[in-house]
């Protein structure tokens, strides 16, 4: 046999043989709540001036290395100085960035159980080590006691918490995230994807915690989830370090005026808000009258339901209705999460369950 043709393909990492895809089902089906993602469109302003502003780029240049007119726009939105934010594709690149300069082989991340899906696939293919602390109770908390003896039995290099938290809608205290901070020597990033729907956040940890790292989403509460841009807030060593394994000119000219122009706009990006936490509470209202499911209280824009059918996810997507499966997922038994949509959109949902569990 010819050298180079003994095999159709090379095989992938061994650590990766068995490894299914991330992703959430992208079907065409009337009703589609099963990503988080905001129903409602960028408003006019944003998108008019976003198209003017393409048309004078200059796209047959490389963009800003250093992303400095769009971390100075975010640090001012937070009273920080652009010396300590940083941006990317997503919230994910921003949570692989981290892994990739502070986890890797030989390092371990804690995580917890109820805890966002992409962190396995972010660990896995960084070679870091996932461990895991659950977070307790039909609320889903971690108390600061819990939180200090897993910091101090695991010796994480990185702890990365969601809060709100992905897929139960809950937030852990602030003291929680203090133990986790102050129990060892981790780089402590708390992941507020879905904050801009809460009632309060982390951010004014900051000063308070050397450590600390906020993550953040333009994809949510900005309504801009085909944009895939993402920021942190930190401290300026943590963007030190991230230069070092960032890829050249990772987030591209077009990405970046999107986000300032967000910015500009900001007050009438994120204008829908308050419908949709209105909403949140509309639908939760409804569930609790029924006898044959149980909800999360939630500080985001969906909700965590369960229920004693195991083919729920089925039931509801027989009747045209897309929601998140999390029935078999670790902490989550026989629970589906469902994101909160237009009035129509949670009327049909409800409406699906009806019929699905008369």
Same mark, same amino acid.
């Given at each position: ?20 895809? =991330?992703?959430? +089902? ?14 409602? +469109? +960028?408003?006019?302003?944003?998108? %008019? ?12 240049? =490389? +963009? ?58 972010? $660990? ?67 992941? %507020? ?81 308050? $419908? ?8 939760? %209202? ?31 997507? /027989? ?34 369950? /009806? %019929?699905?569990?008369?």
């Amino acid at each position: 046999m010819a050298a180079g043709t003994s095999g159709s393909r090379v095989p992938v990492r061994d650590d990766l043989v068995d490894v299914e895809v =991330y992703g959430a +089902p992208q079907l065409d089906v009337p009703v589609r709540l099963n990503t988080n993602e905001t129903p409602y +469109p +960028p408003p006019p302003a944003f998108s %008019e001036r976003l198209a003017r502003r393409i048309g004078d780029l200059q796209l047959h240049r =490389y +963009p800003d290395r250093e992303l400095r007119a769009l971390r100075a726009a975010l640090g001012a939105r937070f009273g920080l100085d652009a010396t300590r934010v940083w941006a990317a594709n997503g919230s994910n690149e921003v949570l692989a960035q981290l892994h990739l300069a502070y986890g890797g082989a030989g390092r371990r991340v804690l995580g917890t159980v109820p805890g966002f899906a992409a962190l396995p696939t972010i $660990a896995r293919a960084t070679g870091t080590e996932l461990v895991t602390v659950a977070l307790d109770g039909p609320g889903y908390d971690l108390a600061p006691a819990a939180a200090t003896s897993a910091v101090q039995h695991f010796q994480p290099h990185l702890v990365c918490l969601a809060r709100p938290n992905n897929p139960t809608g809950t937030s852990v205290g602030l003291d929680a995230i203090r133990a986790l901070h102050d129990a060892g020597e981790a780089l402590v990033v708390v992941d %507020e994807a879905y904050a801009e729907f809460a009632s309060d956040d982390a951010v004014g940890l900051l000063d308070e915690l050397p450590r600390l790292v906020i993550a953040r989403t333009f994809s949510k509460a900005f309504r801009l989830a085909g944009l895939r841009l993402g920021y942190l807030l930190a401290h300026e060593w943590v963007l030190d370090d991230l230069r070092k394994v960032r890829l050249p000119y990772h987030l591209d000219t077009i990405t970046q005026h999107a986000g300032l122009i967000a910015c500009d706009l900001a007050d009438e990006v994120t204008g829908h808000i308050d $419908a949709i936490v209105a909403e949140r509470e509309r639908v939760t %209202e409804a569930l609790d009258r029924r006898g044959d499911v149980t909800v999360v209280p939630s500080d985001a824009n969906f909700l965590l339901v369960h229920s004693d059918a195991d083919d729920l996810f089925d039931r509801l997507l /027989e009747r045209g209705v897309l929601v998140r499966d999390f029935a078999t997922a670790p902490g989550t038994p026989g629970c589906v999460r469902v994101t909160i949509g237009t009035p129509d959109e949670n009327d049909r949902f409800l409406s699906a369950l /009806e %019929e699905a569990l008369p």
